[in-house]
């Protein structure tokens, strides 16, 4: 049995620690380090708990439906009912579960949550039972009211998705007008002194839009942002239709250091993060072994005791859907463990006796190809599994949006003769290798 200690978000790269030096509220669960001090630097620097002894936050699909019609949604939803949701006795009988299972925080989501009547009884249960509760939305249904009810029922965060600026958002979402509702929503959330920030999507469409996302950061007085990696599942499996290539994945993670680096030096306390690709964290390693060695190994201290992809897929994160499935992560829908009205989340998430389970709590054990050879596997561990199962058909495969050269990651025709003779070659996609 796993002690009950916190977890956090361990798919998440915070730059302005790694890259800048500096110090956000996530630190002591995502790095092990003390957190609290000021973003630019002062604070203490400890280990204050394993890594690996950690509940898992809970991403709660708490309703399919949705108000809008996302491009790369995971869940494929829509604006209509759908049968056989949890009831909200159920939905209270399971965040008491959690509760006693020790989970730190559980993340509303959906779907759109604000479309289910009882979501603020289920966040008031939630912050009852000492479960941090956070929304993700995509903000159009934000009004003052709204943004009040989720300040009073204890949400701690609020996470609004947007898909780059205002054209490029609206035809990603679906709706016209889209963006301006959700920019209003973080307008409402501020104003009643919720904590906030946005959600982004690298795609080939953000990725063109970048310099211009950060200059609307700033401008808007934003003071969190997260760009997440494109994962193949819902509406969003046509893969890499909206993709970026690998040179372009390198480009973002020049113009995101870049432009953080700048805030920082700029004292602007604006964190932001990349998520769903350790290979950020590499990358971001490896620039700073070439400008500056001693901050590289601090950092890559910090990378190694977070474990990237060891500590994030079924073991710090997992997810519940609508109906009371339990999955790997809110991306892998097609995939279950159980259901909470037959058994216990706990005994669900505990399961070793399931083969995916099992293999996704000792993931350093089944990584396969360039990942199992990679110099830099201890930082990483093979990052997003679901990516690896959606291309190749097999959990254990490389992420084919790793976008780390052979020689960055220390790859000699040896070792490619060694993959090829074990079966374990995994050729990159022509798509994204480019």
Known sequence: MRLLVPGANTRMIDIGKLYCGGASTGDGLRY??????DCHGNR???VVVSARERRPIVVWSVTRTC???CVHCYT??????????????EGLRLIDDLAAFGIPSLLFSGGEPLMRRDLFTLIERASARDIRPVISTNGTLIDRDAARAIKDSGIVYVGISLDGMEDVNDEFRGQKGAFSKAMKGFENCVAVGQRVGL????TRHTYADLHRIFDFIEREGINRACFYHLVYSGRGSGIFADDLTHGQSRDAMDIILARTKDFFE????INILTVDNHADGVYLYLK???SDPHRAEEVRELLAWNGGGAHSTGVGIGNIDFVGNVHPDQFWQDYSFGNIRERSFGDIWTDESESLMKGLKNKADYIKGRCRLCAHRALCTGAMRVRAYRVYHDPWAPDPQCYLTDEEIGLTDEMKRELAARGESFPMPPELAR
């Open 199 to 202: 959600r982004l999507t690298l």
């Open 67 to 69: 108000n809008l019609n």
């Open 288 to 290: 700073l072994r070439e």
């Open 32 to 37: 092990g380090t003390e957190s609290g001090a």
């Open 44 to 46: 203490p620097h400890r």
């Open 76 to 89: 494929d939803s829509a604006n209509r009912r759908y049968a056989d949701e949890l009831s909200t006795d």
């Open 266 to 269: 700029r004292k602007r306390d």
